[in-house]
Nanobody
């Protein structure tokens, strides 16, 4: 079973940057769509970004709240993904989760079945 482990969370001031990493227990590049979700206190979990496809079909999708500030990328060294977060805002404070779902022919299918334990990101004003 695929296992995911997040790292890189921490505390930062508004306007700062953090990079989150998600290491997978097996090869994911052409087998899984990978995503970052977050959940703030008292709020529902929301998708921040996901990456699908591979090679020439590789594409990243972002929520409107992070578009232009966050970048998701595959990191083959860890069989997973990274999330580069710039221009952080206090409203980005949340637990960030890495998730994966199967991919076939570059297309995601099924639901996000695999989840990490999460890493805390706190942005102070």
């Amino acid at each position: 079973q695929l296992q995911l482990v997040e790292s890189g969370g921490g505390s930062v001031q508004a306007g700062g940057s953090l990079t989150l990493s998600c290491e997978a227990s097996e090869y994911t590049y052409s087998s899984y769509c990978m995503a970052w979700f977050r959940q703030a206190p008292g709020k529902e979990r929301e998708e921040v970004a996901h990456i699908e496809g591979y090679h020439l079909t590789l594409r990243a999708i972002y929520s409107d709240s992070v578009k232009g500030r966050f970048t998701i990328s595959r990191d083959n060294a860890i069989n997973g993904v990274q999330l580069q977060m710039n221009s952080l805002k206090p409203e980005d404070t949340a637990i960030y989760y890495c998730a994966a779902r199967p991919m076939s022919g570059g297309n995601c299918y099924d639901v996000y079945k695999y989840w990490g334990q999460g890493t805390q990101v706190t942005v102070s004003s």
